[in-house]
């Protein structure tokens, strides 16, 4: 007698080569709504574009992902399993990492530190710092990855932006992070240092390791280096294409569509 395989319920996400998924998430604080039946996918190895307006829910959506907001409801898959993110520790053991336009990074220590931060290596079980192989380790890391700095001994106060950005991501993918979630990572840069952080991600990109989402308000950038792009507005997820299918000027219209039919009365959702 042959065996019928149940069918997947129709409402099963199909998992498979996904390192994240959401499926409806809604986020509501007190009587604003943040988040609307939120659905995103971010295939493995992929760079998703997310941008919208201030106050589409972006920055909502990312604090949710990297387990700092909880959802009032929905689902979120990393790699395939259907997880609660309960707290951002519970985010980075399961690969997920954030790197904010405050960067965590301490002025005062040189590069290599940064590195290492809060996971410096000792001298076997002696509490004396291994600062002669952190620093090979980060020198190594920081050349693999393409990050151009002076050196790995010089304080990071004395890098330029885009400098310590890459600081930050390249911290991000040496925590053995799967899952970098870039939270306008180019906000308030210019072309030479923005070059520096879409190098990188370019870089990241071609060796497959890693997928990340990029919020950015430059839709030149997103179209430039990112493989799918969804808008956000109003807490709903309102476009979402490959970037070979769209085109700047499509953005653009899409934007100003929207400014045109909210007028002046603004926005109520989260950031």
Do not use: W
């Not at 994240?20 to 988040?35: D, M």
């Not at 395939?80 to 980075?92: K, N, P, Y």
């Not at 380790?137 to 001994?153: I, K, T, Y």
């Amino acid at each position: 007698m042959s065996v019928v395989e149940p069918m997947p319920s129709p409402s099963a996400p199909q998992a498979d080569g996904y390192a994240i998924q959401t499926e409806s998430i809604a986020k509501r604080f007190e009587a604003v709504v943040a988040l609307e039946d939120v659905s995103i996918r971010l295939r493995k190895g992929e760079v998703l574009g997310l941008i919208g307006d201030n106050g589409a829910g972006k920055s909502t959506l990312i604090k949710i992902l990297t387990g700092f907001h909880q959802p009032d409801s929905g689902r979120i898959f990393v790699n395939g399993e259907d997880v609660t993110l309960r707290s951002v520790s519970h985010a980075r053991e399961l690969g997920i990492e954030t790197v904010y336009q405050d960067l965590a990074l301490v002025n005062e220590l040189p590069v290599y530190m940064n590195m290492f931060l809060n996971k410096e290596l000792r001298r076997g079980r002696l509490p004396l710092l291994n600062k002669r192989r952190m620093r090979q380790l980060a020198r190594e890391h920081l050349d693999d990855m393409g990050v151009q700095v002076p050196s790995v001994g010089v304080e990071v106060t004395f890098l330029s932006g885009g400098q310590r950005q890459a600081i930050a991501v390249a911290r991000a993918v040496y925590s053995d992070a799967s899952i970098i979630l870039l939270d306008e990572p180019l906000a308030a840069m210019g072309a030479k240092e923005s070059a520096i952080i879409l190098n990188l991600i370019r870089e990241l990109k071609r060796k497959g390791n890693v997928s990340m989402i990029l919020i950015a308000h430059n839709y030149t950038q997103v179209v430039d280096v990112c493989d799918r792009v969804c808008l956000l507005q109003h807490g709903r997820i309102t476009y979402d294409k490959p970037v070979d299918e769209t085109s700047l000027r499509e953005l653009t219209d899409l934007v100003a569509s929207e400014y045109r039919l909210r007028g002046t009365n603004g926005d109520a959702g989260g950031s």
